[in-house]
């Protein structure tokens, strides 16, 4: 009986929905299950792949879905309630906690995009600082679990303090630093800190993310490890962004390239490999992405069969980590391992429709992003074209810092293929156009004097 359930202490929430006592032989442990790779959670679809584990039978073919497995924890029940706690409490939270800080850099923008504000030095400067710092709000979101907010008396006012609290700590780092001195010092720094954080959450195992801001919710479902889509969106705008300013400062195309490329091996390395991001679809984007960048940087002149390198070498790449991890036991394998059985039992045609109708059924069925894919389009065109379009402070910044053409053509390139190989793309694109509208604005120069033709350098 449900009110019996509540009133005994046991871990149970009426607005869930349907609820399970099972026996899972393990008393004493936390579940978890090679789908979730979390301790404390697993999926409905596990129950079927623990049944026929339970009796050495195993299904004729692919079925979703790990076996139960026992983790030892100090303390099982406790963890089970805060696992409940955090997931029915996040949702309602996460504006509030999120929106007051994002709200920062929206005032900020205001004041570096309006013209008569943008003239006022002083006022300027304070702009492009909340404009700088607005980001922050996403890696430390997604990292909020490392304080128990939950079990706070208000938990919303809680999560806003961990947001605000870690949020004002990285902004001492991205504004007191020597960095201060350059336009692009604090928009690098901040964007290397969104990049940096979010694969440092991978590479480390995703333990921070679950029922966190931005993270994996238990009750609506996702990916319980490594990189989602929107994630990567964000670790491929920042990255790229941390780029362009670095080479405000970095001038040779032999340094140029050789940061690129390490970046970009940082980057793919952390999204592809199984133990940590296990991301198919971010390889595939992350390599033309980079490679890209580094031939634009170079010097060399960029032929058709650069490009085909680019894809082909990203697609071999990625199959090749799907197929070390398929090499392992079937409960120890992840998104990458598991393409290879559905590329083996001749599924692929169906996984591609299938990503595809996804993401049209995204685009089509929310018209919230249906109206980013529509602007983010616009953009992608506006941006390589700010001459034509007499965007006069973005033309003027590419004439100060060519280079910032380059890395707008390899940012476009990246968000695009992104948006082609993975199934929820639209997200994936409102990540990156959340991440550049914030720090690109204060990249640019000042507006001209009221009556001036020629415009600033940066």
């Not at 928009?187 to 480390?204: D, K, N, P, R, W």
């Not at 991001?277 to 390889?283: C, I, T, V, W």
Request: overall charge positive.
């Amino acid at each position: 009986h449900p009110e019996e359930v509540e009133r005994t202490g046991a871990v149970a929430s009426r607005t869930v929905g349907l609820q399970v006592a099972m026996d899972t032989a393990l008393p004493g442990q936390a579940l978890t299950s090679g789908a979730t790779k979390q301790t404390g959670v697993v999926m409905i679809t596990d129950v079927v792949a623990t049944v026929l584990s339970s009796h050495d039978a195993s299904a004729d073919g692919l079925i979703p879905g790990q076996p139960f497995r026992g983790t030892d924890s100090d303390d099982a029940q406790q963890l089970a309630w805060d696992r409940s706690e955090a997931a029915r409490l996040v949702d309602a939270a996460t504006v509030p906690a999120l929106g007051s800080w994002l709200a920062l850099g929206v005032i900020g923008l205001v004041i570096v995009l309006v013209p008569a504000l943008a003239r006022r030095r002083r006022l300027a400067a304070v702009g492009r600082a909340l404009a700088a710092v607005a980001p922050l709000a996403l890696p430390v979101g997604l990292c909020a679990s490392l304080v128990p907010w939950w079990r706070a008396d208000s938990p919303t006012l809680a999560l806003a303090g961990v947001v605000w609290g870690g949020c004002a700590l990285l902004s001492v780092l991205v504004l007191a630093g020597p960095w201060r001195r350059s336009r692009f010092g604090p928009v690098g720094v901040s964007a290397a800190l969104v990049a940096g954080i979010i694969l440092a959450e991978s590479a480390v195992g995703s333990r921070l993310q679950l029922s966190s801001p931005l993270g994996a919710q238990p009750i609506s479902g996702g990916r319980f490890y490594g990189l989602s889509n929107h994630l990567f969106g964000m670790v491929l705008a920042a990255a790229m962004m941390a780029l362009l300013c670095l080479f405000t400062a970095v001038r040779t195309p032999r340094a140029r390239v050789l940061w690129t490329v390490g970046v970009g091996l940082a980057v793919a390395a952390v999204c592809v490999a199984p133990s940590m991001g296990a991301d198919f679809g971010s390889g595939l984007a992350t390599v033309p992405a980079f490679g890209l960048l580094a031939l634009l940087v170079s010097g060399i002149r960029l032929r058709v069969w650069h490009v085909l390198a680019l894809g082909i070498g990203g697609a071999a790449a990625v199959l090749s980590v799907s197929f070390l991890d398929w090499l392992r036991p079937p409960e120890d394998r992840t998104h990458l391992g598991r393409f290879i059985d559905e590329l083996l039992s001749g599924e692929l045609l169906s996984v591609i429709v299938r990503k595809l109708a996804q993401n049209i059924a995204m685009a089509t069925g929310y018209w919230a992003l249906a109206l980013v894919l529509v602007l983010a389009v616009l953009a992608s065109i506006a941006i390589l074209m700010p001459r034509r379009l007499r965007w006069r402070r973005l033309a003027a910044l590419d004439a100060a810092q060519p280079v910032a053409h380059r890395v707008r053509i390899a940012l476009v390139v990246g968000a695009w293929v992104g948006y082609a190989v993975n199934d929820t793309g639209p997200v994936l694109i409102a990540a990156m156009l959340g991440i550049w509208l914030a720090l690109l604005p204060p990249t640019l120069p000042d507006p001209l004097p009221a009556g001036r033709t020629t415009e600033q350098r940066v």
